[in-house]
């Protein structure tokens, strides 16, 4: 259902549009091609109904799957799920600096940027700073967005921090 709805997202923003010919083509996406393949994709299909992140109708004579809102949000979270920052094999003598102040209403977010930074292998120097010494501002940027706190989120790059050698043996350079 996962890969479903990913690989229908993906689609729809190749061809600029949300709706999407039914079941012949995601069949084709899938490589659906025996009875029970493609038996798997329609229920996966209708789960994704039922969940409210796709509907489907007609258009034209034409079946249409279309992708809600809600499905676009629910591939956001798969996204997130999945970013993560690529460790260069030479490091760049630059320190990557996440920072952030983060008002209290928004507190779940604070939390979920946190402990995305933290699993994604970035170095806490103090509560709500972090380090990288790898590039990573595009996916700061997707989290801040997809948190709705991007406001909130000063990145800096540098390359000299004070008693950095801690720095250094904890990221193994």
């Not at 997202?9 to 025996?34: C, H, N, R, W």
């Not at 809600?68 to 956001?76: A, C, D, M, S, W």
Request: with cysteine; aromatic share 10%; charged share 40%.
């Amino acid at each position: 259902m996962k890969n479903i709805l990913k690989g229908l997202v993906g689609t729809a923003f190749l061809v600029s549009s949300l709706a999407l010919p039914q079941l012949p083509m995601i069949y084709k996406m899938f490589d659906a091609e025996d009875k029970r393949e493609k038996e798997r994709v329609r229920k996966a299909m209708d789960r994704l109904q039922n969940k409210k992140y796709v509907k489907k109708y007609k258009k034209g004579g034409i079946d249409v799957v279309e992708i809600t809102e809600n499905g676009r949000k629910e591939v956001l979270k798969y996204k997130l799920d999945e970013i993560k920052i690529k460790e260069q094999k030479r490091w760049d003598g630059i320190w990557r600096i996440i920072m952030f102040d983060i008002p209290e209403k928004k507190k779940t977010a604070r939390d979920g940027l946190t402990l995305k930074l933290i699993k994604m292998g970035c170095a806490p120097i103090q509560k709500s700073v972090f380090v990288s010494p790898y590039e990573c501002e595009k996916e700061i940027k997707f989290i801040g967005e997809y948190f709705d706190i991007a406001k909130h989120i000063i990145f800096l790059e540098t390359n000299k921090i004070s008693n950095e050698d801690s720095l250094k043996d904890e990221f193994e350079l």
